[in-house]
């Protein structure tokens, strides 16, 4: 690999891979993320590959294989430049037709092109669909233009200038009021000003300091920063080492999950390029400043997304969180001045360098500036990821972009923020995305998880599953999280199987409150907000289940019972076929019924009928 | 486990206490599970004490403490899979193999295990087989992945 040893020579060597790539009069831009290699994209690579040997296209058309699009739902997805055109659900048997149609002939092959649900109509390049064009893509607009393992792509897009121009043109300090100005709050979860964070580490005494990347996305429900670090990891490489000259670091330490093995991989490979090419290592790009990254897996536990947790896991050590008397920015790792950023907020560092400060902080709202990616999953019609400028209203990122229910039942919520954020109701979605306004109205922005729900999603449910999986992933030490999740949790339970009472949601509310004051750690204290959220917005769902014993959405398994409508049952047999437990019987063409004594309410049966003849009581 | 393996993993991460998860990360990924033998050797060669390698392998979920079976279905229990239908994949691996998330059937050949997310959460619910994908799972889907698991196990011992 080149070594680059000054501006000059990214400079050179920017312009030297640009001309390389004239010769290319098309690029197959192929999505590889997490997304679309679960819908088998690996194969129609290594057609592509085989394609462009046997019709001697190597010289002429590039293949780019690269991080995550964000319409995973549409995957594989494949976008050929220079005419952006958007060929989604593609396989492998379609290869052949792509290169002798599209490539030698420019022809378009309809039958791959995104068909648009409302209109019907068949929509050719990406800018045009509906699912990007309510969109503002700062950041994931990169991941198309990159190969994650490719240096020579981030840097023919212009990366590392940004390094260059920090080194060579501004001091630590302005770097850091640069930040300052641009008003950038943190992406994962608890939006504290980026910029003061760094002065104080900046500040703090002491020779030896670090930066810390947090990919270690437990949120569930959320997945932007694996899209991040998976599709682009020079870009987060790039905003950490403006960080540690910002604050005066010279190691850092990338923190992410195992469960991401493809972001681990990518990660790994960006690292060691780096290293090759100088832009990791000492006296980087001729400067005096020396800086270098060491990776580490997380071990799975969703309290290491906290911040002191996580420097103890890097230790080593279990991940219990300390209580923040001083802050990590003076006491952190190893007891040194840590600065810790989130995955997102590292990546917007380069772009606020190279345009300022002033082109990051025109977009937003009052307190919330620039853009958010949010995972919008769920109940709605367009999944993926997508990103939005902040303050753009919950109903437009539901409606236009993720284009609404996917099937015939209404949108009735969407939690926001993970396990530590809430559940909104559909008349709240005029709020924006936007850390204070939604913090006020009892949920939080948190890493961007945006999860919809409809008519056949039970709220108390919702509580009990959030409960569960904190009950779980308490660290345990301190009593108000150990102990109060795990009352919450017996409560809502009582309720969802119909021992509640009345006065136990009282019980509920008092109990939340005492833990967002007592216990020790972020996650602790945001730990009621998904019930007290959907109490707030919800109570009724609580009370039908307390006073009728009902789950009027038809979850909650001890409150309901299966039977099958004779009106509309084929006799098919598939649901008898499928029943685990035989509870199931009737013979082919003759009505079939089922046994309550044997049936576990289990759902198989229902899932597996093609005539919606399984009913709900 | 053999001994020139974990050799490889500690080599060059020997004397250092902060690199224990990450060889705990190795010997999981290599077999699959970690064993008090290896737990005692790696305290050893790091200079942890073996109860502090025994509370970090027991605290972190990346960890398994037994053997888990030839094939290992991960079912995903994040939001989004939570709300388009986990529950009803976890129930079918349980009615369809008699196990419940961390477990492993009696003859070895299936460990079912559910995590958090994996961050595939627009195509939920997914689920992962020794290391590969499955999206939009349901019920049906997982009783025939099951299945054809099993006839490979079958064909792969009468080949034997």
């Not at chain 1, 195992?258 to 681990?264: F, G, I, M, R």
């Not at chain 1, 119909?498 to 833990?515: H, P």
Request: hydrophobic share 35%; net charge negative; charged share 25%.
């Amino acid at each position: 690999m080149t070594k680059i040893n000054t501006v000059n020579d990214l400079e050179n060597l920017r312009n030297k891979i640009l001309e390389d790539r004239e010769k290319f009069r098309a690029t197959l831009v192929i999505c590889g993320g997490t997304g679309c290699q679960a819908s088998r994209a690996g194969g129609v690579i290594d057609e592509i590959k085989k394609e462009l040997d046997n019709h001697g296209l190597n010289e002429s058309v590039c293949l780019r294989t690269t991080g995550c699009h964000g319409f995973c739902e549409q995957g594989p997805l494949i976008v050929i430049e220079p005419d952006n055109l958007f060929y989604c659900h593609v396989t492998p048997d379609d290869v052949h037709e792509i290169i002798t149609k599209t490539i030698l002939n420019n022809e378009i092959v309809e039958r791959l092109l995104y068909t648009d649900p409302v209109s019907g109509n068949l929509i050719k390049t990406e800018s045009e669909i509906p699912f990007y064009k309510a969109q503002d893509r700062q950041i994931l607009t990169q991941n198309r233009q990159v190969d994650p393992c490719s240096i020579e792509d981030y840097i023919a897009i212009g990366g590392y200038t940004a390094l260059g121009k920090t080194l060579f043109e501004m001091s630590p300090e302005s770097v850091v009021q640069e930040i300052m100005d641009s008003e950038l709050r943190g992406r994962g979860g608890g939006g504290f000003p980026t910029g003061l964070k760094w002065a104080e580490c900046r500040e703090a005494p002491g020779d030896e300091k670090y930066v810390i990347c947090n990919a270690d996305e437990g949120d569930p429900g959320a997945y932007m920063d694996r899209c991040v670090l998976e599709g682009n990891p020079h870009l987060v490489l790039e905003g950490m080492l403006i960080g540690a000259w910002a604050i005066g670091a010279s190691q850092g330490h990338i923190y992410v999950r195992n469960e991401y093995p493809l972001a681990v991989d990518n990660i790994r490979v960006a690292v060691q390029q780096a290293r090759e090419s100088g832009l990791l290592g000492d006296g980087i790009l001729g400067s005096k400043f020396s800086f270098d990254v060491e990776i580490s897996r997380g071990g799975g536990a969703f309290v290491c997304g906290e911040s002191t947790a996580l420097m103890a896991s890097l230790e080593g050590k279990v991940g219990e969180p300390k209580p923040k008397d001083v802050h990590t920015v003076i006491d952190g790792l190893w007891h040194k001045p840590t600065t810790l950023n989130n995955v997102e907020t590292w990546a917007n560092v380069p772009a606020i360098m190279k345009n300022g400060s002033s082109a990051f902080a025109a977009k937003g709202s009052k307190g919330s500036k620039g853009t958010k990616i949010l995972a919008l999953t769920g109940c709605i019609k367009n999944t993926g990821l997508v990103e939005v400028e902040m303050g753009t209203p919950i109903k437009n990122i539901v409606f236009d972009i993720g284009g609404g229910a996917n099937n015939e039942k209404p949108v009735k919520a969407v939690q926001t923020g993970g396990p530590s954020g809430g559940c909104l109701p559909v008349e709240k979605f005029d709020l924006p995305v936007d850390f204070d306004e939604l913090y006020d109205a009892g949920s939080m922005i948190g890493s961007g998880g945006m999860v919809v729900m409809d008519e056949e999603t039970c709220m108390v449910d919702v509580a009990k599953y959030f409960l569960t999986f904190l009950q779980d992933e308490s660290c345990g030490k301190c009593v108000p999280c150990r102990i109060g999740v795990s009352r919450m949790l017996e409560i809502v339970t009582d309720i969802t199987e119909g021992r509640g009472k009345l006065e136990q949601i009282n019980l509920l509310e008092e109990l939340g409150d005492t833990l967002s004051h007592t216990a020790l750690c972020g996650l602790g204290k945001t730990a009621a907000n998904p019930v007290l959220s959907t109490l707030r917005y919800f109570r009724e769902e609580y009370e039908i289940h307390i006073e009728e014993k009902k789950c009027p959405a038809g979850v909650c398994q001890e409150l309901i019972t299966y039977a099958i409508d004779p009106e509309s049952c084929t006799f098919c047999g598939l649901c008898k076929k499928a029943c685990p437990h035989n509870a199931i019987t009737g013979e082919k063409k003759q009505a079939h019924e089922i046994d309550l004594g044997l049936c576990i309410k289990c759902g198989i049966c229902r899932s597996e009928c093609k005539f919606e003849s399984i009913i709900i009581n | 486990m053999q001994n020139t393996n974990l050799d490889s993993i500690l080599e060059s991460r020997r004397s250092q206490p902060h690199q224990l998860i990450e060889v705990l990360q190795d010997i999981q990924e290599q077999h699959g599970y970690i064993s008090e033998e290896t737990m005692a050797t790696v305290s050893e060669e790091l200079g942890v004490p073996l109860m502090d390698v025994y509370s970090v392998a027991s605290f972190y979920k990346s960890f398994s403490l037994k053997p888990r079976g030839k094939n290992v279905i991960t079912i995903c229990t994040g939001t989004a899979c939570h709300v388009r239908g986990a529950k009803l994949i976890v129930n079918q691996a349980n009615a369809q193999l008699d196990v419940a998330p961390g477990e492993t059937t009696d003859d070895g050949q299936f460990t079912i295990e559910h995590v958090n997310c994996v961050g595939a959460c627009a195509l939920a619910p997914v689920v992962t087989e020794n290391g590969s994908y499955h999206h939009h799972m349901d019920s049906g889907k997982l009783r025939k992945l099951i299945k054809s698991l099993e006839s490979k196990d079958t064909e792969e011992n009468s080949n034997d």
